[in-house]
């Protein structure tokens, strides 16, 4: 995780505890962590992954971290393709057998000056 992300989840985290009138002790009694790994957190340094979302969690924010494990929407191609997949087949037209051409007797050539 860059440290720019890293910076902005602090940031979002110290803006909402503070909001919800917690200090950084009380945070870390609730999360089961030290104050000191609040304070890192808070400040862009890293932290595991259980509690950030513990303090997501005691915040009530973690509907927001599981927003981000939404299920992707279907792409138009998919949508057409299930759409095929459930539509009937259609019926076809059945061909008829076409008769064989009739080959003609071959004519003499007509010119100019026969119309006799």
Same mark, same amino acid.
Request: glycine share 6%; with cysteine; hydrophobic share 35%.
């Given at each position: 995780?860059?440290?720019?992300?890293?910076?902005?989840? #602090?940031?979002?985290?110290?803006?909402?505890?503070?909001?919800?009138?917690?200090?950084?002790?009380?945070? *870390?009694?609730r999360v089961?962590a030290s104050? %000191?790994?609040?304070?890192?957190?808070?400040? #862009?340094? /890293?932290? /595991? %992954?259980? !509690?950030? !979302?513990?303090?997501?969690?005691?915040?009530?924010?973690?509907?927001?971290?599981?927003? %981000?494990?939404?299920?992707?929407?279907?792409?138009? !191609?998919?949508? %057409?393709?299930?759409?095929?997949?459930? &539509?009937?087949? &259609? *019926? =076809?037209?059945?061909?008829? =057998?076409? =008769?064989?051409?009739?080959?003609?007797?071959?004519?003499?050539?007509? =010119?100019?000056?026969?119309?006799?």
């Open positions: 995780m860059s440290t720019q992300t890293q910076h902005i989840i #602090g940031a979002f985290l110290r803006r909402h505890r503070i909001a919800a009138g917690l200090s950084q002790g009380d945070m *870390a009694e089961g104050r %000191l790994t609040i304070s890192k957190m808070e400040n #862009g340094k /890293s932290s /595991s %992954l259980p !509690i950030l !979302i513990a303090c997501l969690d005691e915040l009530h924010l973690l509907d927001r971290f599981e927003s %981000l494990f939404a299920p992707a929407p279907i792409s138009p !191609i998919e949508q %057409l393709r299930a759409a095929k997949a459930n &539509t009937p087949p &259609t *019926a =076809k037209r059945v061909s008829r =057998k076409q =008769k064989p051409t009739q080959v003609r007797e071959a004519t003499p050539e007509w =010119k100019w000056g026969d119309e006799t």
